[in-house]
């Protein structure tokens, strides 16, 4: 059985005025979430700014998140470090908080070549017993998960399950999911890319517009996998100006933006983000206009 089929929210991790992490507006947009029919919460993941939580930071947020979920949807922790074994201790410690699932990154700056991505995967996955989604995203990492490599791992290594792919290579991905004889939890990484992932085979999005759009995002899914594929394709093709905003600069920080002229409140970035700038708010918030979001 997939951990989630449908749409993933890669959540933003709110902030309050004196850059804590906001623990009660992570509940508002944790229950927002799950009204709006989001089928998975992703929590300290790249869009949740999971690289500048310190480790206790991390370890309370998943926890808060896996108790105020309660069971309602599963909660995927990002646990994934350029080094092995402080990944070992945040999979470890996330397991122990409630997680439902993990979703570990290649390791980012100093690499691995397929050799060393195939140790590092399989030695985290011996710590845990929860199911793992690589997350591949060379484009941050300077790192690529072959498919051949990936195809090794799933096929080997049992709570190896699936993959986040945000390659946008899709042939890659196309040939990960004929390695994988069906076995592959595939889900995409790319907003601009749902649809032809599911075409391929895939069970879903981890997204980044679900933090703005979770209904939407969801029925373009579910639309899809029901069979309504001319839906889903249009629903897809209607979104490309807004993913296009959402990623004019680094994810997160637009995304944040969005979420604050919604009405969200969820703080600002810490460094080294800075703020959006002004040309671009413009252009998102067109974007936001133009898909149907009402601004505050």
């Not at 309050?16 to 009204?35: F, M, P, T």
């Not at 050799?115 to 989604?133: F, N, R, T, W």
Request: net charge negative.
């Amino acid at each position: 059985m997939a951990i989630f089929t449908g749409a993933g929210v890669a959540l933003v991790t709110p902030f309050a005025a004196d850059g804590s992490v906001n623990y009660s507006k992570l509940g508002e947009l944790l229950d927002d979430q799950i009204e709006n029919g989001t089928d998975a919460i992703i929590i300290c993941c790249t869009t949740g700014e999971s690289s500048t939580l310190s480790e206790e930071e991390h370890s309370e947020a998943v926890r808060f998140t896996c108790e105020y979920v309660n069971g309602r949807i599963p909660v995927i922790a990002g646990t994934g470090s350029n080094a092995t074994y402080t990944a070992i201790d945040l999979s470890v410690k996330a397991q122990a908080d409630g997680a439902d699932a993990l979703l570990i990154v290649t390791p980012y700056y100093n690499k691995a070549t397929q050799k060393g991505l195939i140790e590092h995967y399989s030695q985290i996955a011996a710590k845990v017993d929860l199911p793992i989604i690589m997350y591949n995203v060379k484009s941050r990492t300077g790192c690529n998960i072959n498919a051949d490599t990936a195809a090794w791992l799933i096929n080997h290594v049992d709570n190896i399950v699936g993959i986040k792919e945000a390659s946008g290579d899709i042939s890659q991905i196309a040939q990960i999911a004929h390695l994988t004889n069906g076995e592959l939890e595939l889900y995409s990484g790319n907003d601009d890319q749902t649809i032809p992932i599911l075409s391929v085979g895939g069970r879903g999005v981890i997204s980044v517009v679900s933090n703005v759009a979770p209904a939407k995002v969801h029925e373009m899914v579910m639309s899809y996998l029901d069979g309504d594929t001319k839906k889903a394709a249009k629903m897809q093709l209607d979104m490309l100006p807004l993913v296009d905003a959402l990623f004019c600069e680094v994810n997160p920080i637009p995304v944040k933006t969005a979420m604050n002229l919604l009405g969200w409140d969820v703080g600002g970035l810490r460094m080294p983000m800075t703020p959006m700038e002004p040309q671009n708010v413009e252009r998102l918030a067109q974007a936001m206009k133009d898909y149907g979001l009402k601004l505050a």
